[in-house]
């Protein structure tokens, strides 16, 4: 079992940048595939970000050019930072772990970030 933690969001002015960490407890992170989601107020939630067990990223369009993902096998911690923010990335933002062409998958509980003058 994984459980995962995410840190780091809070309030920034647009244009502003964000670090969020997802440290997970358990074993076994190096072979899951790590995502980040979010979810806008009346909005669904969407993929935001991913990289692979094997460090291949892909990017919302949105985002490309301003966040990236990343990861630190040895320390069980995903990373996603974020730069040139927008209102419109006001969101709870959500760590996800899953191991391909299987059900597993889990998430954090999330963290609130505010794009606000």
């Known amino acids: 079992q994984v459980q995962l933690v995410e840190s780091g969001g809070g309030l920034v002015q647009p244009g502003g940048s964000l670090r969020l960490s997802c440290a997970a407890s358990?074993?076994?992170?190096?072979?899951?595939?790590m995502a980040w989601y979010r979810q806008a107020p009346g909005k669904q939630r969407e993929l935001v970000a991913s990289?692979?067990?094997?460090?291949?990223?892909n990017y919302e369009d949105s985002v490309k050019g301003r966040f990236t993902i990343s990861r630190d096998n040895a320390k069980k911690t995903g990373y996603l930072q974020m730069s040139s923010l927008k209102f419109e990335d006001t969101a709870v933002y959500y760590c996800?772990?899953?191991?391909?062409?299987?059900?597993?998958?889990?998430w954090g509980r999330g963290t609130q970030v505010t794009v606000s003058s």
């Open positions: 996800n772990l899953a191991r391909l062409f299987t059900a597993i998958s889990y």
């Open positions: 358990g074993s076994g992170f190096g072979i899951y595939d």
């Open positions: 990289i692979t067990s094997s460090g291949t990223t």
